[in-house]
């Protein structure tokens, strides 16, 4: 049954700590995506990745970094420079074909709550 | 500068009523549209995209979208709206072309009325 999971579901993090949210996708796709979404606001990109070993700033990577070391894999990790990181994650992947038609699949979410 | 505008941010229809949703883009080359839908505290799901040809497209569970270059629009549209249908919808505007990025509306929370 191929899809995207994303784990933990729930994560609180006190004030000042690291905290990595995990993507894994059985899709066979290329290209993966974190993006933030905030009450009454669309969703914001964060990073995103074409291929493996590379990936590239979106809108409001500040505070946030990536790796990107397998196909399957895309963690986030939410640093203590992220002023204000309680929001719902959502990672996405799509096949990642330039030039063409593309279609992103999100997964379910992790929301994530600052103490 | 992309942009997409839902001017409605939320909707109250009564279960069997029809349902359009607005949603208007700000792009000067051909542009590629989707509607997701999202449940509460869950991820989106794909209703239906438009890329090229036929402008009504039909999307799963029964929505449909029309795309009108002259208004900037790609409306989504059900005929009868089941009360499984309240959730939240975002259309998202994608350019041709290169890196695939999404720009997302603010969305539309729709509630169904038994």
């Known amino acids: 049954d191929g899809g995207i999971t994303q784990s933990p579901k729930y994560l609180f993090r006190k004030e000042g700590q690291n905290v990595t949210l995990s993507c894994e996708q059985n899709?066979?796709?290329?290209?993966m995506y974190w993006y933030r979404q905030d009450p009454g606001q669309g969703l914001r990109l964060i990073y995103y990745?074409?291929?493996?070993?590379?990936?590239q700033k979106g809108d409001i990577a500040e505070g946030y970094s990536v790796s990107r070391e397998k196909k399957e894999s895309f963690p986030l990790t939410v640093t203590s420079a992220q002023k204000n990181p309680t929001a719902f994650y959502l990672c996405?992947?799509?096949?990642?074909?330039?030039?063409?038609?593309?279609?992103?699949?999100f997964g379910p979410g992790t929301r994530l709550t600052v103490l | 500068a992309q942009s997409v505008t839902q001017p409605d941010i939320h909707i109250t229809v009564s279960e069997g009523a029809s349902l359009e949703l607005r949603c208007n883009y700000s792009y000067g080359a051909t542009p590629y549209l989707f509607w997701y839908v999202q449940s509460p505290g869950q991820g989106l799901q794909l209703l239906l995209k438009y890329f090229s040809g036929d402008t009504l497209v039909q999307g799963i569970k029964g929505f449909e979208a029309e795309f009108k270059r002259s208004q900037s629009s790609f409306n989504l549209r059900k005929p009868s709206v089941h009360w499984s249908d309240a959730a939240e919808y975002f259309c998202?505007?994608?350019?041709?072309?290169?890196?695939?990025?999404?720009?997302f509306g603010a969305g539309t929370r729709l509630a169904v009325h038994p």
């Open positions: 990745s074409q291929i493996v070993n590379d990936f």
């Open positions: 996405a992947s799509s096949k990642g074909l330039a030039g063409s038609t593309d279609t992103q699949y």
């Open positions: 899709l066979n796709h290329d290209a």
């Open positions: 998202a505007v994608g350019r041709s072309g290169g890196y695939n990025k999404l720009i």
